[in-house]
């Protein structure tokens, strides 16, 4: 998910390119251009008082390609950035960096779908699994599901905390036919086993504690179970 390929340079390096189109009185680049840059990126657009500013495309040596809206050198509001790995992110930009409201297109075409700070995912967003169909909805903190979300599955979906990716405490499984089971995931010890010198080391494990079911069941909750059981998703 990082931004591959920059176009940051100096502005000396950059006078060191090539250069077709418009000029304001003190010579500098104003208007509109197409700049040839001494690394091989090539930047085509709108300039103010010598500075990429406005709507231009930036094409870097290594395949990827920018679409959209500059401030004074940066990429600022909305523009699409095409990674060399096939990903695509299409939104907000702010210096820089992605940042407000934003969809970004995986390798995998899994998508994301909300909002952004600094870069990495943050605030209320959807991921959805392409392969799988099933999707998170909930809020992200610094890139990881966490705080209250749910995922959605094709005939159910599980309601509860989320920590770093994992779902954590009090939830509950809705299930499309009118029943719900309550319970909460737990970081369990698994037993003790012997390491490579034959000292004792422990794991634990996250288990989902069934409590209670409602509806128009009545079943009595069955045995513990591991997250991985009950919810195979994972980012």
Same mark, same amino acid.
């Given at each position: 998910?990082?931004?591959?390929?920059?176009?940051?340079?100096?502005?000396?390096?950059?006078?060191?390119?090539?250069?077709?189109?418009?000029?304001?009185?003190a010579?500098?680049?104003?208007?509109?251009?197409k700049?040839?840059?001494?690394?091989?990126?090539?930047?085509?657009?709108?300039y103010?008082?010598?500075?990429?500013?406005?709507?231009?495309?930036?094409?870097?040596?290594?395949?990827?390609?920018?679409?959209?809206?500059?401030?004074?050198?940066?990429?600022?509001?909305q523009?699409?950035?095409?990674?060399?790995?096939?990903?695509?992110?299409?939104?907000?930009?702010?210096?820089?960096?992605r940042?407000g409201?934003?969809?970004?297109?995986?390798?995998?075409?899994?998508?994301?779908?909300?909002?952004?700070?600094?870069? *990495?995912? #943050?605030? &209320?967003?959807?991921?959805? %699994?392409? $392969?799988?169909? +099933?999707?998170y909805?909930?809020? @992200?903190?610094?890139?990881?599901?966490?705080?209250?979300?749910?995922?959605?599955?094709?005939?159910?979906?599980?309601?509860?905390?989320?920590?770093?990716?994992?779902?954590?405490?009090p939830?509950?499984?809705?299930?499309?036919?009118?029943?719900?089971?309550?319970?909460?995931?737990?970081? *369990?010890? #698994?037993? &003790?086993?012997?390491?490579? %010198?034959? $000292?004792?080391? +422990?794991?634990?494990?996250?288990? @989902?504690?069934?409590?209670?079911?409602?509806?128009p069941?009545?079943?009595?909750?069955?045995?513990?179970?591991?997250a991985?059981?009950?919810?195979?998703?994972?980012?």
């Open positions: 998910m990082s931004d591959i390929g920059s176009d940051e340079f100096d502005e000396e390096q950059n006078k060191l390119g090539e250069y077709k189109g418009d000029r304001n009185e010579g500098e680049r104003h208007g509109v251009g700049a040839v840059l001494s690394n091989g990126d090539i930047y085509e657009g709108e103010e008082n010598g500075k990429r500013h406005g709507q231009g495309t930036y094409r870097y040596k290594n395949g990827a390609r920018y679409v959209g809206n500059y401030n004074q050198n940066k990429k600022h509001g523009g699409t950035f095409w990674y060399p790995d096939g990903s695509k992110y299409e939104g907000s930009w702010v210096d820089d960096l940042q409201r934003g969809v970004y297109t995986y390798p995998n075409r899994d998508t994301y779908d909300g909002e952004w700070q600094n870069h *990495v995912r #943050q605030g &209320q967003g959807v991921y959805h %699994y392409h $392969e799988t169909g +099933s999707r909805k909930g809020t @992200w903190l610094n890139g990881n599901m966490g705080n209250s979300g749910e995922y959605i599955h094709s005939n159910h979906r599980y309601q509860g905390n989320f920590v770093s990716n994992n779902p954590m405490g939830g509950k499984y809705v299930f499309d036919i009118g029943c719900e089971q309550h319970g909460e995931y737990r970081l *369990v010890e #698994q037993d &003790q086993t012997e390491g490579q %010198y034959g $000292e004792l080391a +422990s794991t634990t494990v996250l288990k @989902w504690i069934p409590e209670s079911i409602s509806g069941t009545t079943r009595t909750p069955g045995k513990e179970t591991t991985g059981e009950k919810d195979a998703s994972s980012n």
